[in-house]
């Protein structure tokens, strides 16, 4: 039973165009949501975090919001560089009563083209 | 990355053998955990520890056991590989609610 899901397991587009990745979940017991960025035969970097009690949050060409009643977040990469191609995971934070625990979605593979 | 070792990197092993892996933190983070990564089923948690000595068991944790004698150390053990725990190993370490968490490298692990 995924607590956390991303039904898009992979994204073409054009560099410059904007990417959106998504992602839903189930427990509303989240106290955050992240998105990580993973190169090849390297661990995930964190990119971005949103706060429950937040609809948005940026950082230069990151976007995510989050909506509560739809237990829905996005994530917006605006413009898409060549660089962007990853793979990028939605996770949610269980916060302390939950052991601080990370629950990822399966990840969605973005490939930029040139 | 700085601050969060994994060894081995790649390792090779027979089926029914004992393995164990290294997760090894300069940072003095109170939480530590041990994902696999498989394809199609992102990162899930195989255990986890809040402090010395004190672990919990995440949701893939049948066949393996984990240890943390020292704040900086978190082993991971197989007690006897199968070939369904083929997979790339993550460690990461976290301060805290909302800080995230910062992996390493990983330790590709394949069971023959």
């Known amino acids: 039973d995924q607590q956390v899901k991303q039904n898009s397991p992979s994204l073409s587009v054009q560099e410059g165009r904007i990417s959106i990745l998504n992602c839903d979940y189930t427990?509303?017991?989240?106290?955050?949501f992240l998105w990580y960025k993973k190169y090849p035969a390297e661990g995930p970097t964190f990119l971005i975090s949103i706060s429950s009690i937040k609809d948005k949050n940026e950082d230069g060409r990151f976007t995510v919001f989050l909506n509560k009643s739809a237990k829905h977040l996005s994530l917006h990469i605006v413009p898409s560089q060549p660089g962007d191609s990853a793979v990028y995971f939605c996770a949610a934070l269980g916060g302390k009563a939950a052991g601080n625990k990370l629950t990822f979605g399966g990840g969605t593979r973005v490939l930029v083209k040139p | 990355d700085a601050g969060i070792t994994q060894s081995p990197r790649h390792k090779v092993t027979e089926t029914g053998t004992p393995v164990t892996l290294r997760c090894h933190q300069t940072?003095?983070?109170?939480?530590m955990y041990w994902y696999r990564q498989d394809p199609g089923h992102g990162l899930r948690l195989i255990h986890y520890?809040?402090?010395?000595?004190?672990?919990d068991k995440g949701e893939v944790s049948d066949g393996y056991s984990v240890s943390r004698s020292k704040t900086e150390d978190f082993l991971l053990t197989l007690e006897s590989a199968t070939s369904s725990q083929t997979s790339v190993y993550f460690c990461?370490?976290?301060?805290?609610?909302?800080?995230?968490?910062?992996f390493g490298s990983g330790t590709r692990l394949t069971v023959v």
């Open positions: 990461a370490i976290s301060e805290g609610p909302s800080y995230g968490y910062t």
């Open positions: 520890s809040y402090g010395v000595k004190d672990t």
């Open positions: 940072e003095n983070h109170r939480y």
């Open positions: 427990n509303s017991m989240f106290d955050y």
